[in-house]
């Protein structure tokens, strides 16, 4: 099975449909996997939910789609997070509110988990960034695989042989004695300062894993969110990547 990874598209259309574009360039892929953040940031919420319903075979929760559900406390979010999460809540009909309310917080398939955050107490948005975090997960995982989002930076932690290392490389042939965690990055708010939207093409038979990048219309997406009100620091940080 030949599985196309998303995450993080936060409402940005433009970085989206270039995915998509791409994705579907490439007849081979049999699934797509959303983990969640549709929206957020961006300025095409509903347009992005529904490119996501359409197209992803799984989705699931992240913390602005459940922030924006009211699932989420959003004292923790910084001021613009916020800002961003209120006028989502204010352009979204109740159908794609209650969409986003009902999604779910964790998946598998294959062998495969499927999180936006942490396997450990998946609605608390713990980030995993470090090798002391993957270690939790790596516990707690029944399957070698744990694809997951939140931190909007594509990496994978491998863990063989009792030891975790970091592997960069956008190219990686998986062990089959080994175990693995993979972010595929973000499409619409990448922070690795590559602005390129982010996401990952898996496949199962061979195991065989790329992370990809595509260059979207920035200066578009950026207009869009000047144009909705949003703070203007999420248009200036899409062309630099943090």
Not at 4 to 23: K, M, P, T, W
Not at 43 to 62: F, H, M, N, Q, V
Request: aromatic residues 8%; hydrophobic residues 40%; charged residues 25%.
């Amino acid at each position: 099975m030949i599985y196309a990874i998303i995450s993080d598209i936060h409402g940005n259309l433009e970085a989206f449909q270039r995915v998509l574009q791409e994705i579907h360039s490439n007849r081979e892929v049999e699934k797509i996997i959303c983990l969640g953040d549709i929206v957020g940031y961006g300025a095409d919420p509903e347009k992005c939910i529904d490119l996501t319903r359409r197209y992803s075979d799984i989705i699931i929760a992240g913390n602005h789609d459940f922030a924006v559900a009211e699932k989420t406390d959003i004292t923790s979010f910084n001021s613009i997070a916020r800002e961003a999460v209120l006028w989502t809540r204010k352009i979204l009909s109740p159908d794609y509110i209650t969409f986003l309310k009902n999604l779910p917080l964790s998946s598998t398939i294959d062998d495969m988990h499927l999180v936006h955050g942490s396997l450990d107490n998946p609605d608390q948005w713990r980030y995993l960034t470090s090798i002391d975090d993957a270690q939790i997960d790596f516990y707690l995982m029944e399957k070698d695989i744990l694809f997951i989002g939140h931190s909007h930076i594509p990496f994978i932690f491998e863990e063989k042989d009792e030891k975790i290392r970091i592997i960069t490389d956008c190219e990686v042939n998986l062990s089959k004695d080994a175990r693995y965690i993979i972010n595929p990055g973000s499409i619409g708010q990448p922070r690795d300062l590559d602005p390129r939207a982010s996401f990952a093409i898996y496949d199962s038979s061979t195991c065989r894993l790329r992370i990809i990048r595509m260059d979207y219309d920035i200066s578009l997406a950026q207009s869009k969110i000047r144009e909705a009100g949003l703070p203007l620091i999420l248009a200036e940080r899409l062309s630099i990547g943090k």
